[in-house]
Structure formats: C-alpha cells, structure tokens
C-alpha cells in the first residue's frame, strides 16, 4: 500500500488520485472537505475511483472530563514545550487550541464523528502527554473509542 500524505492541490493530490491506497491531509472539517473535493476531481481527471482511496487525519489529542480540565492539560503541555525547548518564541499550543481533537470527550467524539460522515476512514491520534501522563489515553479509550466504534 502506498500512503501520499499532504495537501497540495495542484501536485500533491493529483499524485494521490493516480498511485495512493492512502491519503492524509489537513482533517478541520472545512479542510478535509475541500481537499476530498479536490482529491475527487484529479481522479475524475485520471479514472480512478474516487472510493478506493482510504482517506485519513491526524490529530493532537487533549481530553479532559470538563473544560476546566482540558485547560489544565493544555497549559501543562505548554510548560512542558517551554523547558524543553526554552529559546522557542512561538505558541507552543497552536497546533491543539481549536482543533477537532482537543475537548471533552464529547466533544472529541462529536468531531470524529462528523470527520467519519465526511470520509475520513482512518484517524492518527497523538497523545501529547502519552510520555507522563496516560490519563488521556485512558480517557479516549473509555468514553471516546466506544463512540467511534459504532460510527
């Protein structure tokens, strides 16, 4: 199987129409929904099926039972990303605040969810905090996986 990850519209997907078993792009819903169209048209162009490519997303992935908790642990990863890299002057959160894998588990559920309805076939979930503190893991897999399964 052939995995072409990326979402350049031009050069990017019209490879993927051709040769991928797999994609993997941008999966904000308003995103994985234009990159498929896009990915849509170049096999239409080529003469593929559309439906023989698994489409897939990563996600960063911060559960907390309650808002509060989702906070705690985002301003934990922050701290964490400042003493390990101490010269960084950037938001250390800006790939978490916002997107589909950060909330309550609800919440999450809901955004992979409505990602399933879209086409995505296959999530790639990183634990930020996985190395230290498995809480979140445990979390996904109680109240999220269970969710997910039946979708």
């Not at 099926?49 to 897939?56: G, H, L």
């Not at 997303?57 to 934990?76: C, P, Q, S, W």
């Not at 010269?87 to 309550?104: A, C, E, K, S």
């Amino acid at each position: 199987p052939l995995w072409i990850a990326g979402g350049g519209e031009k050069k990017t997907l019209r490879i993927a129409a051709r040769f991928a078993d797999y994609t993997n792009f941008d999966p904000t819903p308003e995103i994985f929904r234009h990159k498929s169209r896009i990915l849509a048209d170049h096999c239409r162009d080529v003469g593929r099926d559309f439906e023989e490519i698994t489409r897939t997303g990563d996600y960063n992935i911060v559960l907390g039972r309650d808002e509060a908790e989702v906070e705690e642990k985002l301003t934990a990863i922050a701290e964490h990303h400042r003493r390990a890299l101490p010269d960084y002057h950037g938001d250390p959160l800006t790939n978490f605040r916002g997107t589909p894998g950060v909330g309550t588990p609800e919440q999450v559920a809901e955004n992979l969810s409505q990602a399933a309805g879209l086409g995505l076939r296959y999530a790639i979930c990183y634990f930020a905090d996985a190395a230290y503190d498995r809480s979140t893991i445990e979390l996904f897999e109680r109240e999220v996986a269970p969710v997910l399964k039946a979708v």
